[in-house]
């Protein structure tokens, strides 16, 4: 049995693309900035246009998810009512606030849904608008025509959100749009160490406009995408030549990753060639580990022992 050290894994590497990443947040903050010099994107490249779609956040809920919460809480809300329960009881019993538990039975259910998707922490409106700002001053202010853009981009808000919008451009009362934000280390870490075929449209654009800003992250980009084929193809024999070229040219921390095979070279080239690993074994000592966790403070050694044997692997 020939494991892969510890090093020799993709999560030493992108430990190393990490703290590259980190090292050069200053290149990215740089292409981060606005630049009023910019020309407005040509109708003609939807490609580019599409790109100043902000993907949703984290942190909003889809749609249905969304509408079938609101729809809960209406449901709660009257149940409780019905059954002679005044406002108070019902905001503590809910966790809501009075004004919403009144909201809720006054208001009309479809209303209540209309005005979830627009009142929103992250509205839809807000990842169009600098899409919206990019087509108005090219010369695109036709109100009816940017709402059917922007729906068939993704938007499900209602027009009236579109129109006031737009309004405000016209009047020059629009705030602007804040700075790109700046991915983190990690996040570009993932995109780096990811397949490209796994990334999304808008996270491909994001990592080449990085790339492009960071020579030293576009070189550990390289470095990591030829090491990970070397692992996933077992070319063991392409390890010298990838060596060789992280120690010239790549950024420091990959250096010190790309040094730190060399303390035992024959393993680690042995564990990207053979077919055999430790991958069965070690997988024998997280279950053991689990079962360990979840009898912590309950469970004698003996149990133990006969969770351990009775449980199949």
Not at 292 to 308: D, I, M, N, P
């Amino acid at each position: 049995m020939n494991p892969t050290p510890h090093p020799a894994t993709r999560t030493s590497l992108a430990r190393a693309v990490e703290r590259t990443a980190l090292q050069h947040r200053a290149c990215l903050r740089k292409d981060a900035e606005p630049n009023e010099t910019d020309q407005p994107l040509e109708p003609s490249d939807p490609g580019a246009l599409a790109a100043l779609i902000r993907p949703p956040e984290p942190s909003d809920p889809p749609d249905g998810q969304l509408l079938a919460r609101v729809r809960q809480w209406h449901t709660d809300i009257h149940q409780l009512r019905e059954r002679g329960w005044t406002i108070s009881p019902i905001a503590d019993r809910l966790g809501r606030d009075r004004k919403t538990v009144r909201h809720y039975l006054t208001t009309d259910l479809d209303q209540i849904l209309a005005s979830a998707r627009e009142r929103r922490p992250n509205g839809h409106i807000n990842r169009f608008k600098p899409y919206l700002q990019q087509r108005f001053r090219g010369g695109a202010t036709n109100t009816a025509a940017l709402f059917r853009e922007i729906r068939e981009r993704g938007y499900r808000g209602s027009r009236v959100v579109v129109t006031k919008y737009i309004a405000t451009l016209r009047a020059g009362t629009a705030v602007p749009e804040p700075p790109r934000p700046i991915p983190s280390p990690r996040g570009i870490t993932t995109w780096i160490m990811r397949r490209p075929d796994a990334l999304t449209d808008s996270q491909r654009h994001q990592l080449n406009q990085i790339l492009g800003a960071c020579p030293d992250l576009a070189t550990a980009h390289d470095l990591a995408q030829e090491f990970s084929a070397i692992i996933r193809e077992r070319r063991g024999h392409d390890l010298t030549h990838w060596m060789t070229r992280a120690l010239d040219q790549g950024p420091q921390p990959v250096q010190g990753f790309a040094a730190f095979l060399q303390n035992d070279w024959d393993a680690v080239v042995n564990g990207l060639t053979l077919p055999w690993s430790s991958g069965a074994v070690e997988g024998q000592v997280t279950r053991i580990k689990l079962i360990k966790h979840r009898s912590y403070g309950r469970a004698s050694f003996g149990l133990l022992r006969t969770f351990v044997l009775a449980q199949p692997p």
